[in-house]
C-alpha cells in the first residue's frame, strides 16, 4: 500500500494541579481556541474542547507517526507559558503531569462531543476525582486508585 492512512481518535482528559478552579469562562473562552491552535500545529484536528474550571476535555484527531506523550507534554507546556504571560493573575497555574487518554470509535464520535458540551451541566452532579475512575473503569484501564489523583 503506498500510503498511511489512520483515523485515531482521541478523548483527552487532564486537570490542573491539585485541581484548582483556575479556567474560568473568561479564562476557557481564550484558553479552548488557544489549545486547539497548538493541536493544529502539530498537526493534528480538534473536533471538540470543554471542561470546568479544574479540568479539561479535547476530542481530536491525531497522526499515527506522533506520541500521543509528545502531543500533551507541547499542549501543556505552551498553554501553561501563555496563561501564564496572558493572564497575570494566574502566576501560579499549573498542570497537572499525567493525563488520561481514550480512544474513540468514529460512530461514537456524537457521544463523546455530546459529552464535552455537557461538561457544566455534569459537574453538578459528579465531581472530577469521580468522573475520571469512572471514564478509567468503562474504557477497561488498569490503575491503583493510590496513584491517580496529586
Known sequence: MPGTYSQLLLHVVFSTKRREPWITAEVAERLY???GGILRAENGSIYDIGGVADHVHL???WRPDGAVSDLM???KARSSKWLHETFPNLAAFAWQEGY???TVSKSQEPAVKKYIAAQGEHHGKEDFPSELLRLLRAHGVEFDERYVFD
Open 59 to 61: 476530542y481530536l484527531r
Open 73 to 75: 507534554r507541547t499542549v
Open 33 to 35: 481556541p488557544y489549545l
Open 100 to 102: 488520561s487518554v481514550f
